[in-house]
């Protein structure tokens, strides 16, 4: 299995980036996706998830109106459409996936190596 984050950056409060992550190693199309979210010192933020035929779409408080999740099962692909940026939202970004979709989701055991999004002016 191997998760590559891309799309990370700085940005000004109020901004938005789109952040990519591409899949390899398993059926893609069978398997949740979900963003985790780390700063430095805390733990994992989970951000969004989404079920491997796009069907439902989960979001933390946090996020929910200004993020969105999306996927592209014909290239392995998954999406985090984040606008309206505030600096609480600085932080390394994980796309993640592995086990029982409503049992991990929050959680999931298998990581990319992140893509950094820093908010500030």
């Known amino acids: 299995v191997q998760l590559v984050e891309s799309g990370g950056g700085l940005v000004q409060p109020g901004g938005s980036l789109r952040l990519s992550c591409v899949a390899s190693?398993?059926?893609?199309?069978?398997?949740?996706m979900s963003w985790v979210r780390q700063v430095p010192g805390k733990g994992l933020e989970w951000v969004s998830s989404i079920e491997g035929d796009g069907s439902t779409t989960l979001y933390a408080d946090s996020v929910k109106g200004r993020f969105t999740i999306s996927r592209d099962n014909a290239k392995n692909t998954v999406y985090l459409q984040m606008n309206s940026l505030k600096s609480e939202d600085t932080a390394l970004y994980y796309c993640?996936?592995?086990?029982?979709?409503?049992?991990?989701?929050?959680?999931?055991?298998?990581r990319g190596q992140g893509t950094q999004v820093t908010v500030s002016s």
């Open positions: 190693g398993f059926t893609f199309s069978r398997r949740y």
């Open positions: 993640a996936t592995g086990g029982d979709f409503y049992r991990d989701y929050r959680a999931p055991p298998l």
